[in-house]
């Protein structure tokens, strides 16, 4: 294999790379948690909504007042969460950068 040829294909590992992670983002981050861009904070009905990075879907948690004050609009966060019947609890919010 000469030298072009080696570039071309480390160039399309790292680009194939690069596209392929973020969909794996919340498989990677193990049970009960995802990661994902907060679209909505309603703190009188205690929820707040994500887009999910794997499913690109919105996702509802419920939460204390300590938590919903901590999340910020168009921000990224990683929620982990408990399910209560089907709802999700979130337990801990952490900024994902």
Do not use: Y
Request: proline residues 4%; charged residues 20%; hydrophobic residues 50%.
């Amino acid at each position: 294999m000469n030298a072009i040829h080696r570039l071309f294909v480390s160039v399309l590992v790292v680009v194939s790379s690069a596209v392929v992670v973020p969909s794996w983002a919340c498989d990677a981050m193990g049970p009960n948690r995802h990661v994902g861009v907060v679209t909505k904070i309603e703190p009188n009905a205690g929820t707040f909504t994500i887009i999910d990075a794997q499913t690109e879907r919105n996702m509802t948690f419920t939460a204390c007042k300590k938590i919903l004050d901590v999340l910020a609009l168009n921000r990224e966060f990683i929620v982990t969460f408990r399910m209560e019947g089907s709802t999700m609890k979130a337990e801990l919010v952490v900024p994902a950068s």
